[in-house]
């Protein structure tokens, strides 16, 4: 099956802080979306993003489909960005959607 | 947006005992949602495929007569943790899917049910 990388494992930043989260899949997909679960275990939706660049504020996200990855920039971090983020990808021709490991950050203030 | 609520949001039941969870669409209908299963500081692992009307597609090492699921109408789906073990504790999360125009599924997630068997 698709595997779903995402680096790093574990961040911790300064408050202020900018930072890159990566995620590359091993096969092509229909759709990607990136996840913030915060400390309550609640999964907000920050993007849905199968192609091209999008932004929210401090939050964007890019994905080149053709290249299998996508990243998350955070700029200005802030104690409350903590938490894990999460990329999810539907697989192409399917119907599932398959989460990679995470990555785990925490902004210290 | 998309809202998807989930009930309870957690729950303490004794070892034997069969745990309900809720999941539903609120404002939009739902012909399929998925329920995962997350374990402390792991990934969310996808348990199975609800479809509304027919029966369930579990994944591979996911127990169907242990997890019931019920997808009987266009807005509400429910999974069953029958005879409830300790090991059965986690946190389960449900989701829905909206499409979204280009015909993809986007998730959209319940609060998840933190599930604790004593």
């Known amino acids: 099956g698709i595997q779903v990388e995402q680096s790093p494992p574990d961040l911790i930043l300064q408050e202020g802080a900018n930072s890159t989260l990566r995620c590359n899949f091993s096969?092509?997909?229909?759709?990607l979306q990136w996840f913030h679960q915060n400390p309550w275990g609640q999964l907000i939706n920050l993007f849905y993003?199968?192609?091209g660049t999008k932004q929210n504020g401090r939050l964007s996200a890019t994905t080149v489909a053709t290249e299998r990855y996508s990243l998350l920039y955070i700029s200005s971090s802030q104690t409350t960005d903590s938490g894990v983020y999460f990329c999810a990808v539907g697989i192409t021709g399917g119907f599932k959607t398959i989460f990679g490991a995470g990555t785990r950050l925490f902004v210290k203030a | 947006g998309a809202v998807v609520s989930q009930h309870p949001s957690w729950v303490i039941c004794k070892s034997g005992t069969s745990v309900k969870i809720e999941c539903r669409s609120l404002?939009?209908?739902?012909?399929?949602m998925f329920w995962y299963r997350q374990f402390p500081k792991q990934s969310l692992m996808l348990m199975a495929t609800s479809n509304e009307g027919s029966k369930a597609t579990y994944e591979q090492g996911v127990e169907k007569d242990k997890f019931l699921i019920n997808h009987a109408s266009l807005t509400l789906s429910t999974l069953t943790v029958t005879s409830a073990h300790p090991e059965d504790s986690s946190f389960y999360i449900c989701s829905a899917s909206a499409s979204a125009s280009s015909g993809a599924n986007v998730l959209t997630f319940g609060a998840g049910s933190r599930l604790t068997v004593l």
């Open positions: 096969d092509s997909v229909n759709n």
């Open positions: 404002d939009f209908q739902a012909t399929t």
């Open positions: 993003i199968p192609s």
